[in-house]
């Protein structure tokens, strides 16, 4: 007995047809095969399920119990098929789909914003998700497929992604005239060395940017305690430490790219450095061998499109 979901799924189609057309001639006519080809697959389903599904009679078909009962479950499963088709139709024309994009809050509110807003205008149908985060877990989700993409500097760069890069940022130690002016009265020597006596703030030690910044001090034969004296608050967000920076709190090492309105206004101003640290390139990176993602495909392609001078 031939009882196969794959071998019946043809015959159901010609079932159902017949049970909505109550006629084998209209069933046959709407699915353009012949009234004995439609007769053998009705035949052939009620063998496999061993049970009559129709009553014939000179005004047509009726459906048996059995009949009624899987007419029930195929009319549901059929249309399911049916509003999946139209879905994928029309996804296609408007341009839909999902993407999930990794970044951290920082990078998201000064760089991936301004980019989103263009995106949305071009391609206003794909769904698009956020997951803030430092760097390094942007890059633990991306290698789980968790997010589809991640906005990163260029130390977290991995060898099985892409990184595409969109522009270069400047670390700087910014703090307020007034912090400055305050930190020499209380240690005059500060005026030649800030950094000693001054409250500095940085970014934790598990954070990409903060890497960056503990290699260029090492690259200078110096370490956070000999050049800071050990006065360090450390923080899990650039944009607490700009706000810390803002209201006097201390000396902070942030991108100094999002401070352009502050640093041109006067509220803070930048520390000289012997050595000025080395820009870095951001970027977005993804999967080398990822699952085609035509949503994806569109903001890679728009990111580069609008990256390129």
Known sequence: MENSMDQNLSLYHIFNTVAEAGNISHAAKELYISQPAIS???????????????VRSSRGVTLTDSGRMLYEQTNVAFKHLKQAEETIKKNKKLGTGSLKIGVSTTLCKYVLMPYLEKFIKLHPHIKISISCQSTYQTLSLLQKHKVDIGLVGESGRLENCVFSPIGLVEDGFVATPAY?????????????????????????????SRRYIDEYMRGNVLSTGQMFNDHVLEVSSMDLLIEFAKIGLGIACIITDFVKTE?????LTTLPLSIPIQ???????????????????????????????
């Open 40 to 54: 053998k697959a009705v035949t052939r389903l009620e063998q496999n399920l061993e049970t009559k599904l129709f």
């Open 180 to 208: 400055l002016k305050n930190l020499k009265k209380r240690h005059p020597e500060s005026a030649t060395n800030p950094f000693e006596y001054g409250n500095l703030m940085l970014l934790d030690k598990h954070n990409v």
């Open 263 to 267: 640093l041109n206004n006067g509220t």
């Open 279 to 309: 820009k870095r390139e951001i970027g977005f990176t993804y999967l080398r061998d990822y699952t085609t993602n035509k949503a994806l495909d569109a903001f890679v392609t728009f990111c580069k499109k609008i990256s390129t001078p």
